[in-house]
């Protein structure tokens, strides 16, 4: 399942804590595909403490805690890691990383918390989400098989590496536009995993992002950039990277384009990727500046998407206007429907969208 999905379903589930219909959820997937990230992201999106157990790393006593004597009886000290409404707050998330790299004795502490939300005398706030994640048995990790007791207390989704997730994520976080090109120009890139090899560096939606920042670190040492970037993405990746970042000097004046001025569109397509990812990037800044400026300045970010629009009618293939112009939506939303532009530009691919819609339709008779 594509992660945009998973993040609308754990969203409602978070939300549903408010009527006590949560459920806990556990999300599998391989290696450096952002399941992790996912949740911590609805923490983020909610405002809420994200507390990360890290199962694979702890004794059954550190879960249950441990016994001490009051008089004549037994009971249990509560962790401190574990989620206290006076401490943590009325809300929040229970995250139980790498659970199924829990040796059997520690997974078969945390079924009662889980399923009951207790653990002896202790209760989980009503206000927090349990979430779970782990990789599958298949991608070389320390894994046990998830005993059907635990399995069946949790609902479960897989994680999938998605493009087109990946980028309006990208956008969001500044991630250097020249990766989001490439990527563009090389999708098959985004995710590429083989098990079978045991690779240690390889690329991943969490590796590109590493790679991102060797750009930055080692940007005023270009004798070093190609081993850096082959330590982030493995080593096919990391030349194929390099040789397109080197090919993005032919690229037309950015600025240029976003001031209005007539601009040739590259022939090149890898060039065409690295000019549109360059043109979204410029549409978040214009936002994001007239966002943090008085009030009245969203006219100049009017006329930067204008000017974006302007140009996206002019590449040949007028798919490659269709992706500009879609990761440009995806990235600042509904302000781009109100440029007059937008109806301009909407009415050169109308024919484009009605063929696909037929095709569309035809296939699934």
């Not at 330590?231 to 096919?236: E, I, K, Q």
Request: proline residues 8%.
């Amino acid at each position: 399942m594509r992660p945009s999905h998973i993040l609308s379903i754990l969203d409602r589930e978070f939300s549903s804590t408010l009527n006590k219909q949560h459920t806990p959820v556990m999300l599998w997937g391989p290696p450096g595909v952002g399941k992790s990230q996912i949740i911590a992201e609805i923490a983020q999106r909610h405002r809420v403490p994200l507390i990360d157990i890290r199962l694979s790393q702890m004794e059954p006593t550190d879960l249950r805690g441990i016994p001490f004597r009051r008089q004549e009886l037994v009971e249990w000290s509560v962790p401190a890691a574990l989620p206290n409404a006076e401490r943590h707050g009325e809300k929040g998330i229970l995250l139980l990383d790498e659970i199924n790299s829990a040796p059997p004795t520690v997974s078969a502490a945390a079924y009662q918390l889980i399923l009951d939300r207790r653990l002896g005398e202790y209760a989980v706030p009503e206000g927090w989400a349990i979430f779970a994640a782990g990789n599958r048995q298949g991608d070389r990790g320390v894994t046990y098989v998830m005993p059907a007791p635990l399995a069946n207390r949790f609902t479960h989704y897989e994680v999938e590496a998605h493009l087109d997730d990946w980028v309006s994520w990208a956008h969001g976080y500044d991630i250097d536009p020249r990766i989001i090109a490439f990527l563009r120009f090389r999708p098959d890139m985004l995710f590429d995993f083989d098990p079978a090899h045991n690779p240690v560096a390889f690329p991943s939606p969490r590796s590109w992002e590493y790679a991102h920042r060797a750009l930055h670190k080692f940007a005023d040492i270009p004798q070093l950039m190609l081993d850096t970037l082959q330590a982030c993405v493995g080593p096919t990746a990391g030349i194929e990277l390099k040789a397109f970042i080197d090919n993005m000097a032919q690229l037309p004046d950015i600025d240029g384009i976003v001031r209005g001025e007539e601009a040739q569109v590259p022939k090149g397509i890898d060039l065409q990727y690295g000019v549109a990812a360059a043109l979204v990037r410029r549409a978040v800044q214009a936002r994001d500046s007239a966002a943090a400026s008085p009030e009245g300045t969203s006219c100049g970010a009017n006329g930067v998407f204008g000017n974006i629009l302007k140009y996206a009618k002019r590449f040949p293939q007028r798919e490659m206007g269709v992706m500009l112009v879609t990761d440009m939506h995806r990235a600042i939303g509904k302000p781009l429907f109100a440029v007059p532009e937008f109806a301009d530009w909407a009415n050169t691919i109308t024919d484009l969208m009605l063929y696909d819609l037929k095709w569309s339709s035809s296939k699934a008779d």
